[in-house]
């Protein structure tokens, strides 16, 4: 009953744009603090952004900062992840999870995958010419 969605994967070539969406069901979004996560083949899944729940806070990884912003709506109970100037490295299965421990706090750090209360099934984005 407790589910996150993602969506707007696809195949993109490099230097594009593309926009991933997180709808929650059967529970609201507002408690919680919100990630997302990628994991590439051969890779250990890793975090690239998070927004605490009244989106007062934002970070993000080295690796994508500049270039993604995330941003959540609760009224609409969605999260979204805006990815500009994707490089063919970024290709990753993409997934959001939701953390209620610690709402109001957002840290991309080792080991914070083990934290979340919830996961989505992931979205793939390909970065290809």
């Known amino acids: 009953q407790l589910q996150l969605v993602e969506s707007g994967g696809g195949l993109v070539q490099p230097g594009g744009s593309l926009r991933l969406s997180c709808a929650a069901s059967?529970?609201?979004?507002?408690?919680?603090?919100i990630y997302w996560f990628r994991q590439a083949p051969g890779k250990e899944r890793e975090g690239i952004s998070c927004?605490?729940?009244?989106?007062?806070?934002?970070n993000y990884a080295d690796s994508v900062k500049g270039r993604f912003t995330i941003s959540r709506d609760n009224a609409k109970n969605m999260v979204y992840l805006q990815m500009n100037s994707l490089k063919p490295e970024d290709t990753a299965v993409y997934y959001c999870a939701a953390d209620t421990k610690e709402p109001e706090i957002c840290r991309i750090e080792p080991y914070i995958a083990n934290g979340m209360d919830y996961w989505g099934k992931g979205t793939l984005v390909t970065v290809s010419s």
């Open positions: 927004i605490s729940s009244s989106a007062g806070s934002t």
């Open positions: 059967g529970f609201t979004l507002d408690y919680y603090a």
